[in-house]
């Protein structure tokens, strides 16, 4: 698991992350309260935020690989899940 605090480049890391297509983002945990709104979470320096107005939600932890600037250079390119040269 990532530490907080993050660092800019692990936010800038973990943000492509979540606006890559064929990722699974990091959601709000809360989203039964903004049920047409999934909460698809923004990282700061201290941790995951929602964006929804009035959610004031904070998750603090991600998983490393996700906040590599890189990340996706380790993904296998047939989609299967693998990760290689980590």
């Known amino acids: 698991m990532l530490e907080l605090p993050w660092t800019e480049k692990q936010v800038d ?26 909460g698809i979470l ?19 932890w991600a998983l490393v690989v996700t906040a590599h600037p890189e990340w996706w250079m380790y993904q296998d390119p047939n989609k299967t899940g693998a990760i290689s040269g980590a």
């Open 13 to 38: 890391g973990l943000n492509q992350w979540q606006a890559a297509s064929w990722t699974e983002s990091y959601t709000c945990e809360e989203r039964s309260r903004h049920p047409l709104d999934p």
């Open 42 to 60: 923004v990282a700061r320096t201290d941790g995951w935020h929602c964006p929804v107005e009035g959610c004031t939600y904070v998750q603090k």
